[in-house]
């Protein structure tokens, strides 16, 4: 039997514990996490992503600023308004969502972004952390597979966990997590990796991040495999939003051999946010 590893269900367990600890911060006349979050240009998906943590934020009680600025903004510009966030007392996370227009550097923006806010866990010391056995704030996506992974209480000691996709913010911390956090024998897979199927049906818990629709098929998995597909793809659709989102998995065929697998969407999308969530109160523990 296939279980749905039902991201959207467990993010809302987490929401409802962060709002339960909200409350008490309250009551305690605590500081109240604030989250910031900065958007460029009127790029439709990023606009989505930003609305889905606002909203989350509105949900368990954090306060939050929304930044938007034109997709003309300079770099400079940019980055002065990442200064100001930072040395912000009030503002306990920041995220940039990415990605950015061509004339900007993400990697410069978001390295300029304080480890201490970074509540994406994408800058390098935050990244680096991974490497500690007391991490600082996680990468987000990463993050919060593992916790899905935890909560559905999946057996990850001892496993063969392939990953494909080596990207800075999911394939490779992962892998690094997967390894070191939780004790997996992993294999890393990407683009240039030669038969693809042959690592694929070796594993145990299969991660998929490529960004390419469909990638995994039903003959490249072996039977009762743990699949989590990071991949969300907008493919154009007749319907009123006039496109469909679709994971790296072939979901309908995949389903009936995996025993545990994540739906697209609904799966590790929601799980991030619920991390972004759990790092800003670790954030504003920490600063207060
Ligand atoms: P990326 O473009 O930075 O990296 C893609 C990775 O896939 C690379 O390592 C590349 O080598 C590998 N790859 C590409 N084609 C491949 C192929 N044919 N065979 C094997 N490997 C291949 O992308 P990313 O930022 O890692 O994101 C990957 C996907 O995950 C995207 O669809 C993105 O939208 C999605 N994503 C989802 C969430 C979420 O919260 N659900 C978060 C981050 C990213």
Known sequence: MTTILDGKKIANEIQSEIAKEVEEIKQDGKKIPHLAAILV???????TYVNNKIKACKKVGFEYTL????????????????????????????IV????????????????????????????????????????????TPFGIQELL???????KGKHCVIVGNSRNV????????????????????????????FTRQADILIVATGQPGLITADMVKEGVVVVDVGITRIPADNPR??????????ETVKFKASYITPVPGGVGPMTIASLLLNTLKATRARH
């Not at 912000?88 to 920041?94: A, S």
């Not at 972004?113 to 996680?138: C, Q």
């Not at 070191?180 to 693809?196: F, G, K, M, R, W």
């Open 242 to 251: 006039g496109y469909m989102l679709k994971g790296d998995v072939e979901f």
């Open 67 to 94: 930044l938007q600025y034109p997709e003309s903004i300079r770099e400079e510009k940019l980055l002065a308004n990442v200064d100001r966030i930072n040395e912000d007392e009030d503002i306990d996370g920041l």
């Open 41 to 47: 240009g009127d790029n439709g998906a990023s606009q």
């Open 171 to 198: 394939g490779a911390p992962m892998s690094t997590i997967m390894s070191y956090h939780e004790n997996a024998t992993v294999t890393v897979c990407h683009i240039h990796t030669q038969d693809l199927a042959l």
């Open 150 to 156: 935890n909560r559905y209480e999946i057996d990850i």
């Open 97 to 140: 969502q990415l990605p950015l227009p061509d004339h900007i550097s993400g990697v410069k923006v978001t390295e300029h972004i304080s480890s201490a806010k970074d509540v994406d866990g994408f800058t390098n010391v935050n990244y680096g952390r991974i490497t500690s056995k007391k991490p600082g704030l996680m990468p987000a």
